[in-house]
């Protein structure tokens, strides 16, 4: 899901499973990239350290990004 406000759009982004997901895709509009703010998954936090991965934005505007496990993932949203 999306928050908005003044300073910008965040990308939120929850995997409830324990499975790793890589190459995962998700629909998007105008976006023209996306920086990881926060990953529940960092190792400070108790987590595997599956941080910073790589984002792929396609040619059609779909993200295509790895989810952690039984991880919170938020991304600052660029538009074109």
């Known amino acids: 899901y999306l928050r908005k406000s003044n300073e910008g759009v965040l990308l939120c982004i929850h995997n409830f499973t324990p499975q790793f997901h890589y190459e995962y895709h ?3 509009h105008g976006i023209r990239g996306v920086e990881e703010i926060f990953n529940s998954d960092d190792e400070r936090y108790g987590g595997s350290g599956k941080v910073q991965m790589p984002v792929k ?3 059609n505007g779909a993200l295509e990004l790895s989810l952690a496990p039984l991880a919170t993932t938020i991304y600052r949203v660029y538009y074109e």
Do not use: P, Q, S
């Open 57 to 59: 934005v396609n040619y």
């Open 26 to 28: 998700l629909a998007t």
